[in-house]
T-cell receptor, first 114, second 112 residues
Framework: DAKTTQPNSMESNEEEPVHLPCNHS???????IHWYRQLPSQGPEYVIH???SNVNNRMASLAIAEDRKSSTLILHRATLRDAAVYYC???????????????FGKGTLLTVNP | DAGITQSPRHKVTETGTPVTLRCHQT?????MYWYRQDPGHGLRLIHY???????DKGEVSDGYSVSRSKTEDFLLTLESATSSQTSVYFC???????????FGPGTRLTVL
C-alpha cells in the first residue's frame, strides 16, 4: 500500500489559514487522496477527497500537486473547533468497499491558538 | 448522522471472558467496518463486512471474530479477552457513493 508522510504536529492561530501538507511519493495513478480528522474523544470524520484536480467543499480545500506526489489540506479560517488530528489517506479506486479500507497513520495534530 | 450507534459505550471486563460489541445502523448501508485505536496511534482495521454473512479480515484480526446476520447489525466478538485488547473500538459504515466512511461514537473497552 502506498504510504503517506505528515508532520507530527502544527500550530495555527484562530481565524488564520492553515495548510496541512502530506507527501505520498509512491502514489499510484488510481489512488484517491482522502483526508479525515478526529476531534478529541470522537471518531474520525471525513473532510475531503480528490484524485487529480483541486477540490473545495464547505469544510476545506484540497490542493493536489501536478505530479500527485504531495497534497495540501487548506482550512481557510481556522477555528478552535478545528483543533484535531488530521489524517491523509490513500485509497485505491475500485468497485466496492473491499477496496475502501482506510489505513490510518499517526496524522498531524493541529493546535489552534485563540 | 447516518444513524450509527455502538453498544456498550464503555465496558470493563476481566481477562479470559468473552465480550461482544455491537454496531447498529438504520440506513441499510452495505459496507461496515470495525477499527481499534490505541493511544498515540491511528485507527487499525480489524474486520469488515460487505454484506449479510460476508466478512473479511483486516490488518489486526487475530483474537477477534465478527458476524453479520442482518444488514443493520455488525457484531465484534472477543472470544477470550486479553489485556492487549484494551482499546477504543470504532465502527464505521461506507456511505452511498463509496467515497466516505462515517464513524460511530466508539466503545471504550478495558480488559483487566
Amino acid at each position: 500500500d502506498a504510504k503517506t508522510t505528515q508532520p507530527n504536529s502544527m500550530e495555527s492561530n484562530e481565524e488564520e489559514p492553515v495548510h496541512l501538507p502530506c507527501n505520498h511519493s509512491t502514489i499510484s495513478g488510481t489512488d484517491y487522496i482522502h483526508w479525515y480528522r478526529q476531534l478529541p474523544s470522537q471518531g474520525p470524520e471525513y473532510v475531503i477527497h480528490g484524485l487529480t484536480s483541486n477540490v473545495n467543499n464547505r469544510m476545506a480545500s484540497l490542493a493536489i500537486a501536478e505530479d500527485r506526489k504531495s497534497s495540501t489540506l487548506i482550512l481557510h479560517r481556522a477555528t478552535l473547533r478545528d483543533a484535531a488530528v488530521y489524517y491523509c489517506i490513500l485509497t485505491p479506486r475500485g468497485s466496492g468497499g473491499s477496496n475502501y479500507k482506510l489505513t490510518f497513520g499517526k496524522g498531524t495534530l493541529l493546535t489552534v491558538n485563540p | 448522522d447516518a444513524g450509527i450507534t455502538q453498544s456498550p459505550r464503555h465496558k470493563v471486563t476481566e481477562t479470559g471472558t468473552p465480550v461482544t460489541l455491537r454496531c447498529h445502523q438504520t440506513e441499510n448501508h452495505r459496507y461496515m467496518y470495525w477499527y481499534r485505536q490505541d493511544p498515540g496511534h491511528g485507527l487499525r482495521l480489524i474486520h469488515y463486512s460487505y454484506g449479510v454473512k460476508d466478512t473479511d479480515k483486516g490488518e489486526v484480526s487475530d483474537g477477534y471474530s465478527v458476524s453479520r446476520s442482518k444488514t443493520e447489525d455488525f457484531l465484534l466478538t472477543l472470544e477470550s479477552a486479553t489485556s492487549s485488547q484494551t482499546s477504543v473500538y470504532f465502527c464505521a459504515i461506507m456511505l452511498a457513493g463509496g467515497s466516505e466512511q462515517f464513524f460511530g461514537p466508539g466503545t471504550r473497552l478495558t480488559v483487566l
